[in-house]
């Protein structure tokens, strides 16, 4: 989805991966991150949203919860905080000591971990969509003596959602809702949000708005409408340069960049876009089975329209077809059309969600300047892996 891409915005990083990995110093299903790419992009994004008054939060699940990179983001870029789609991010990533701002959204704290959250990790706010759970939020707040903000979120019969992340209150029960939330001690509604805002257009080629953000800007009508001063009118999903201005032109307070840090926004696979790509995945030829090649995995996604890599061999990059036939099985292996050296490296660039894989997390400095060198090594969820696990080389 993106070589092409990675091709032209970042050939150094490509040098740099294949350099490191003849050195035995990156093993295959690694992704691999230039991370002063990845911080210029951050950096001008938050110089445009500084420019448009948006607050953003960074969201780290799309390059593994990487602790390192999370940690940059607020001391250099100057971010509002970090986002964590569950609680074993805001775990993971508070025991960091990093500044955890929205937990939530996608997945809401277990009954049992609200009071650690509340007490210990204290977010800027929780995302809540039901009553027992703001109930259950006021119960740990009280009891820890602290108030503590919550987001609504509401949808319409219109709205789009995501399989598996049908959340909500209805609309309709807006009134209803806020009445009880307003009646539970040490609680307040600091905000409306809502999922996903915006989306990529494939026939318009651009990042518009969705029906949910038609949602948000109601509810947050209707909440001021009740005399509720929302804080945070948080618009996540696509949130890059491209998008900022239109959160700006209706009402938005806050983002939540993701997939925009490392470049792997859906219109860089169109057109060239201010956030450059800074991430692709490292394999290396596995086995051979007919007529193919076979290659390590473990990093596949599957919305992540995979469909070339680049194989390294003979002192060239040739690109290649690579499939994954089969989405119910398990990506032990990518297949590689043709035969191709036992042990040839294999670079590939296409969404992906790090966190949901196996994939080693690689950072690197100095790509430009043709002196790369690794900063970490992690899981894909964020844990540092020693040196010494690496390799032998």
């Known amino acids: 989805m993106f070589l092409h891409a990675l091709e032209k915005q970042n050939p150094d990083l490509i040098t740099a991966a294949l350099r490191l990995f003849k050195q035995g110093q990156i093993l295959p299903d690694s992704t691999v991150i230039d991370v002063d790419q990845f911080l210029a992009n951050a950096q001008q994004m938050r110089r445009v949203a500084n420019e448009l008054g948006i607050k953003l939060y960074a969201m780290t699940k ?17 971010f509002d905080g970090i986002v964590c789609v569950d609680f074993k991010e805001a775990r993971t990533l508070a025991a960091q000591g990093l500044p955890i701002a929205n937990v939530g959204h996608l997945v809401q704290p277990p009954s049992h971990f609200v009071p650690t959250l509340v007490a210990a990790i204290k977010p800027q706010v929780i995302t809540v969509y039901s009553l027992e759970k703001a109930r259950q939020i006021s119960e740990a707040a009280y009891n820890a003596k602290v108030t503590q903000g919550l987001l609504l979120k509401f949808y319409h019969s219109r709205d789009q959602l995501y399989v598996n992340q049908e959340s909500g209150f209805a609309i309709e029960d807006l009134k209803q809702v806020v009445a009880e939330i307003q009646a539970m ?15 990529f257009n494939q026939t318009s080629q651009k990042t518009e708005p969705t029906p949910n953000l038609t949602t948000l800007l109601e509810a947050k009508l209707a909440l001021q409408a009740l005399g509720v001063n929302c804080e945070q009118v948080n618009a996540p999903s696509a949130t890059c340069i491209e998008t900022l201005p239109l959160l700006a032109k209706y009402g938005c307070t806050h983002g939540e960049p993701g997939h925009a840090l490392t470049g792997t926004i859906p219109g860089n696979a169109v057109s060239p876009q201010a956030e450059k790509i800074a991430m692709l995945y490292l394999s290396e030829i596995s086995h051979h089975y007919g007529a193919d090649s076979y290659c390590f995995a473990g990093g596949y996604y599957r919305r992540g329209a995979l469909e070339h890599g680049l194989v390294h061999y003979r002192g060239q990059n040739e690109r290649v077809r690579v499939y994954n036939d089969d989405h119910d099985s398990i990506d032990y292996h990518l297949r590689v059309a043709g035969h191709y050296p036992i042990g040839s490296p294999v670079i590939m660039a296409y969404r992906t969600q790090v966190f949901v894989t196996r994939s080693d997390v690689v950072l690197l400095r100095g790509v430009a300047q043709g002196q790369p060198k690794i900063i970490g090594r992690f899981d894909a969820l964020g844990n540092r892996i020693d040196q010494t696990e690496v390799c032998d080389g």
């Open 62 to 78: 799309q390059f593994g919860r990487n602790p390192k990179l999370a940690k940059l983001l607020i001391e250099q870029c100057d």
């Open 185 to 199: 001690p040490n609680v307040y509604i600091a905000g409306v949000t809502h999922f996903p805002c915006f989306l």
